[in-house]
């Protein structure tokens, strides 16, 4: 089945600098893959996918990158603002068109943002 | 719509009672899944649903655990004997299918946290 590792499990960044959370995965049947943001108490929120077929995709100050051949992919926080502390959860899945297309997370990321 | 509404969102019972959760999905999505996360970790499958039927169960899911969605609408989640290993929280999530051409975007509920004593 897939395997999707996660780095750094803690990220510290100060307020106005920028984050990276990285991910790679082991499937390299997978095709889909979202980010998710958690705060505390509540459900996981997705905040930002990419599917293979494209290599970027960017949303005011987030951003995907994704590199197939590697099978790995991060994303990418400018301009860091205390709300955006949380804990980020990056996933795949696959479309296989019968089964569960369920999702494989990693085991998160806690970002802090120090004022 | 409101999202995913998921009740309990929080459980708190003694070791060997059974504990039933209920999910309501986004009412247009037909798919419906059931994940597991304990403190520290992403989101573990258990188990899923197209319409009312259940078509895949994780390995994670033992004997003593049960999810039904009789109407192909709102699901349950039952624990029978509890134990401290349940302890937990349990995510419900719908999505649409859309083809074979979309991806599943899941939607998440905020979860029933589980604390066997």
């Known amino acids: 089945g897939e395997n999707v590792e996660q780095h750094p499990s803690?990220?510290?960044v100060q307020e106005g600098d920028s984050a990276v959370i990285k991910c790679t995965y082991s499937d390299s049947a997978s095709n889909y893959f979202p980010w998710y943001k958690q705060e505390l108490g509540k459900g996981p929120q997705l905040i930002i996918d990419i599917r293979s077929n494209v290599g970027e995709k960017?949303?005011?100050?987030i951003a995907v990158t994704l590199n197939k051949t590697a099978k790995h992919f991060s994303l990418h926080i400018t301009e860091t603002q205390p709300e955006d502390s949380a804990v980020y959860f990056c996933a795949a899945?696959?479309?296989?068109g019968g089964g569960a297309d369920g999702l494989t997370f990693g085991k998160g990321?806690?970002?802090?943002?120090q004022p | 719509d409101t999202g995913v509404s998921q009740d309990p969102r929080?459980?708190?019972t003694k070791r060997g009672q059974n504990v039933t959760f209920r999910c309501d999905p986004i009412s247009e999505h037909n798919r419906l899944y059931w994940y597991r996360q304990t403190l520290g970790q992403g989101p573990e499958f258990l188990t899923y649903f197209q319409n009312e039927a259940q078509l895949e169960k994780s390995r994670?899911?033992?004997n003593r655990f049960s999810a039904e969605r009789p109407k192909g609408s709102f699901s349950t989640l039952e624990i029978q004997r509890t134990e401290q290993g349940d302890s937990a929280m349990y995510l419900c999530a719908s999505s649409s299918d859309l083809g074979l051409s979309g991806a599943n975007v899941l939607t998440f509920g905020?979860?029933?946290r589980l604390t066997v004593l």
């Open chain 1, 10 to 12: 803690t990220l510290s």
């Open chain 1, 58 to 61: 960017k949303d005011q100050r």
């Open chain 1, 93 to 96: 899945s696959k479309r296989s």
């Open chain 1, 109 to 113: 990321t806690h970002l802090i943002i």
């Open chain 2, 10 to 12: 929080h459980k708190i």
């Open chain 2, 60 to 62: 994670l899911l033992s």
């Open chain 2, 110 to 112: 905020a979860g029933s």
